[in-house]
Every structure is written in C-alpha cells, then in structure tokens.
C-alpha cells in the first residue's frame, strides 16, 4: 500500500526533509518520478534563498504551512518545483531537481525546469497542499542508498553551503 507524506514529515528541519525526500515518489496527475536530486534552501539565513529578505507576493507560500508546493518561474521559461518545509513562519523550501521515471525507469530527468516541463507542473500549481491534493503528492519510499552531499548548483550567494543531495540508486 502507498503512503503519501504528511505535513509532520515536511515540518523538519529543511536539510533533513531535502535528504530524506530522496527515494519518494512524485506524483502529478499521470506523472511519477522517484525523487533522485533535491537541494535545500532556507529563508532565515540562507541568502541564496527567495525569503531571505522577508515574505512578498512571491514567497508567501514558503512562510506558510509545511507540504505545500513552491512554484516559480525563471529565467523567461521555466517552472520549478519546491516543497515547503520547517513550522509554518520559517520560511523553508527543497526545490526538486531531479527524478527517475517510474514507467520509463533508465529515464531520468535531471533540472527542475526539466523536470517541471516533463510532468506539466507550472505556476497554476504553486501554493498547493501535497499532503491533501487528489494529483499531485509524495509517496513514502525506501530510504536512499549511497546519497552524495555537495553544494548547491546555479545560485551565486551562499553557494559554497552543501545542501544538495542525490542518490542515483533510489530503488
């Protein structure tokens, strides 16, 4: 039987969730990937992350309850895929940047904007609670195997911090 995440599971610190997301599948609408790359960021004193100068428009989501989608566009053309975590107020999300297909499982899309077009996950899906969502949640899963800790990719501040995970043997 399959078990989707509950918000207690999000409600970690955010380093813990991003490690331990590693392994869970995604699941949106038709679309499952096991979780292969996830990277940490946290508002209160992260500064490579969005809520670090406070709470806007955009970042409401990451200072409200934990389990909820994340989902930002950049660069003009792509969406990428956050997961809240931490207590409501913490500001805290793990973007996903990678998955292995369940149906196609030698397939795996590595980038979130990749990952994001692949599945059809774009902005209409963003402040979403996964814990209660009919088509879009995380399935419980073994724990990742061999998991690789470096830093973070793509950021220019605070990117010297390990906060990127990825285990290539998720079964």
């Known amino acids: 039987m399959d078990f989707r995440l509950d918000r207690s599971f999000y409600s970690r610190h955010v380093v813990d969730v991003a490690r331990d997301l590693l392994g869970k599948e995604l699941f949106f609408h038709d679309h499952r990937g096991i979780i292969i790359e996830t990277e940490a960021y946290r508002g209160a004193d992260d500064p490579a992350s969005h809520a670090f100068n406070g709470p806007t428009a955009r970042t409401e ?3 409200g309850p934990p389990g909820f989608s994340y989902v930002y566009f950049i660069y003009g053309m792509y969406n990428c895929l956050n997961i809240v975590a931490e207590p409501e107020g ?12 369940v149906d ?12 994001c077009k692949e599945f059809g996950i774009t902005r209409e899906h963003n402040f979403l ?9 995380v399935l419980d899963g073994p724990p990742a195997k061999n998991i690789s800790v470096t830093p973070r ?8 911090i390990a906060w ?5 043997d998720c079964d």
């Open 61 to 63: 989501v990451m200072f």
């Open 90 to 101: 913490q500001a805290a999300a793990v973007l996903i940047r990678g998955v292995r297909l």
């Open 104 to 115: 196609a499982p030698f397939r795996k899309i590595k980038g979130p904007g990749k990952l």
């Open 129 to 137: 609670d996964l814990t209660v969502e009919p088509d879009f949640y």
């Open 153 to 160: 990719i793509g950021i220019s501040k605070n990117s010297e």
């Open 164 to 168: 990127r995970f990825v285990s290539e």
